[in-house]
């Protein structure tokens, strides 16, 4: 199974953390999140390939630096739209959608997986069990711990990726025929948006990156709130 992680570019991520976190925190939280997020899959024997989706360089250095494939998000922030914003679910889903297409035309008919890049307490043998599930067949998909969204969509054999990620993404992914797959895999669907989800994955225990990254943010008085 080939991996696919999606990270915008660091200055517009976690903006729904900008009530606490100043824009440098932000970046250096979300870099600690992916860094342990791939170490995660790393660990997960039935995940041999890795590609990071990305248009921010700091992100593609660190994905190298890991070993894992980089493929450039085609369009960056802002250039789709001829200058107007346009919506994350569009250019994440476009940019998931030319990924998987790229890696199936270099690797022919391959099980795929898109895995949240904030899942910071992830536990290698939760997404062990995931991988297993969703080898039954088709498209599936692992709802996260709010029921609302999604923290992993796979799409296994002959199935397109057809990635409905943004608002109720759980719904989209269920509504155009993705499993929902059932276990109890609380890092796994921990993904990490709020200050609350921090608190969560905080109790349930993150990665080590995530850990120093934390503690960082805790040493800097801007980021004391
Ligand atoms: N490559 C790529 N990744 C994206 C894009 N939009 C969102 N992502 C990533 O997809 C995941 C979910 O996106 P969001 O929830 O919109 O962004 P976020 O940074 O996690 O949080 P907010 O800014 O608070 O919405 C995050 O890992 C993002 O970095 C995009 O256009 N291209
Ligand atoms: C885009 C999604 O993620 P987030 O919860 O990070 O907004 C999603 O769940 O579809």
């Not at 932000?26 to 870099?31: G, I």
Request: aromatic share 2%; net charge negative.
């Amino acid at each position: 199974m080939h991996a696919i992680v999606a990270v915008k570019s660091l200055r517009s991520a976690k903006s729904r953390l900008a009530g606490e976190l100043d824009s440098d925190a932000r970046a250096d939280l979300v870099l600690a999140m992916l860094h342990d997020t791939l170490a995660t899959v790393a660990a997960v024997s039935a995940i041999d390939s890795v590609t990071v989706v990305t248009p921010d360089p700091t992100v593609a250095a660190l994905a190298y630096s890991v070993g894992v494939t980089v493929y450039a998000d085609p369009a960056p922030d802002g250039a789709r739209t001829n200058g107007a914003t346009p919506r994350t679910e569009e250019t994440l889903n476009a940019a998931l959608s030319a990924a998987a297409a790229d890696i199936r035309a270099k690797r022919g008919v391959v099980d795929l997986v898109v895995l949240q890049a904030d899942l910071p307490a992830m536990q290698p043998s939760e997404l062990t069990e995931a991988v297993a599930a969703a080898r039954s067949g088709g498209r599936s998909v692992v709802v996260d711990h709010h029921g609302t969204g999604t923290s992993a969509l796979f799409a296994c054999g002959e199935s397109a990726l057809d990635p409905r990620f943004g608002p109720e993404s759980a719904l989209g992914h269920a509504n155009s025929g993705a499993r929902p797959l059932n276990g109890q895999w609380p890092g796994l669907r921990t993904d990490v948006d709020t200050h609350a989800d921090l608190g969560t994955v905080r109790a349930l225990g993150v990665g080590p990156a995530t850990s120093a990254s934390l503690t960082r943010l805790k040493a800097t008085p801007s980021n004391s709130r």
